[in-house]
C-alpha cells in the first residue's frame, strides 16, 4: 500500500487518500484470506487442503476470470471490488474469522459502493456487485452443504 500511495504521489494524483480507502481492505482481505489457507495448506498438507476446499478454489476460478475479463482483455464492465468484496467476506466467515475481519469486509464492500455509486458513477457499480452477489451466495451454498473447513 505505501509503494501504490507513493506511486500515486509521484504521478501527482491529489486523491491518494481515496485510493488507499478504496484498495487497502481489499488487499488485507485477500491477504489474510490467502495466509490462513497457506497455513492450513501446510498444517493438513496439500492435497487435505486442496480437497476441502475445492468448490471454493473453483468459485475463485470464475471470480478471477471475471477480473481478467475486466482488466485484460477489457470485454466486461463489472467493478472487481464489488465482485470480489462480497465473496472475501463470506470466505472470511465461513472460515471462522474473528467477527472484526468480517466486519472490515462488510464495511469495506458498503464504502466500495458508495464510491462506486456515488462518487465515480461509472456503469460497472451494478454488474459488479450483481457478481459479486452471485459469487458469494455460491460459496455460502456450497458450505452450507457440508464443505469441510478444517
Not at 467493478?79 to 472490515?104: D, E, K, N, R, Y
Request: charged fraction near 10%; proline fraction near 5%.
Amino acid at each position: 500500500m505505501v509503494l501504490c500511495a507513493s506511486a500515486l504521489v509521484l504521478k501527482g494524483r491529489g486523491d491518494v487518500g481515496r485510493a488507499l480507502l478504496y484498495n487497502a481492505p481489499i488487499a488485507f482481505l485477500f491477504l489474510v484470506i490467502l495466509a490462513s489457507l497457506a497455513i492450513r495448506a501446510i498444517r493438513l498438507g496439500p492435497s487435505a487442503c486442496l480437497r476441502a476446499h475445492v468448490w471454493a478454489i473453483v468459485i475463485w476460478a470464475a471470480g478471477f476470470i471475471v477480473l481478467y475479463l475486466r482488466l485484460v482483455s477489457k470485454t466486461l464492465e463489472v467493478s472487481g471490488h464489488l465482485a470480489w468484496l462480497p465473496l472475501l467476506t463470506a470466505q472470511a466467515w465461513m472460515l471462522g474469522f474473528p467477527a472484526w475481519v468480517v466486519g472490515v469486509g462488510i464495511a469495506a464492500t458498503a464504502s466500495t459502493a458508495y464510491l462506486k455509486f456515488a462518487v465515480f458513477q461509472g456503469p460497472s457499480g451494478g454488474p459488479g456487485i450483481l457478481v459479486g452477489l452471485v459469487l458469494m451466495t455460491a460459496l455460502l451454498v456450497i458450505g452450507a452443504r457440508g464443505e469441510e473447513q478444517p
